[in-house]
C-alpha cells in the first residue's frame, strides 16, 4: 500500500503560479510512474502530466495534457519521496480537484485524496 497525501493547492488570480506537492508513504523510486490528474466540477478526471521512473541516472520521461503544455511541469524528488506540479500561467479553466497517482508495475494505482485548485478571472 502507498499512501499520497496532496498540498499546495489554493486560490489564485489568473496568470499567477502554484506549485502542488505529493508525498508518498513508500518509495517512488518502485513505482513505474507517478502523475497528477484533475477532476473540475462535473466533469470526468483527466490526465495532466506524468513522469515515469526513469531509473538512477536516466532523465526519466514526462507526458502532459495539450492544454498544460509549455505552462505545467512534472518533477520528482526520490529522496523526499515526493512528486511536484509546478502550475504556471494558471487559466480559469485549470480550476479542479488535483489528484496525485503513483502507479505500479503490476498496473495497481494508488490515489491521493487531492487539493482544490481554484483560478479567478
Known amino acids: 500500500q502507498v499512501q499520497l497525501v496532496e498540498s499546495g493547492g489554493g486560490l489564485v488570480q489568473a496568470g499567477e503560479s502554484l506549485r502542488l506537492s505529493c508525498a508518498a508513504s513508500?518509495?517512488?523510486?518502485?513505482?513505474?510512474?507517478m502523475g497528477w490528474y484533475r477532476q473540475a466540477p462535473g466533469k470526468q478526471r483527466e490526465l495532466v502530466a506524468t513522469?515515469?521512473?526513469?531509473?538512477?541516472?536516466?532523465?526519466?520521461?514526462?507526458n502532459y495534457a495539450d492544454s498544460v503544455k509549455g505552462r505545467f511541469t512534472i518533477s520528482r524528488d526520490n529522496a523526499k519521496n515526493t512528486v511536484y506540479l509546478q502550475m504556471n500561467s494558471l487559466k480559469p479553466e485549470d480550476t479542479a480537484v488535483y489528484y496525485c497517482?503513483?502507479?505500479?508495475?503490476?498496473?495497481?494505482?494508488?490515489w491521493g485524496k487531492g487539493t482544490l485548485v481554484t483560478v479567478s478571472s
Open positions: 497517482n503513483a502507479r505500479a508495475w503490476d498496473s495497481t494505482d494508488y
Open positions: 513522469i515515469a521512473s526513469g531509473g538512477i541516472t536516466a532523465v526519466p520521461n514526462t
Open positions: 513508500a518509495g517512488i523510486f518502485s513505482m513505474k510512474a
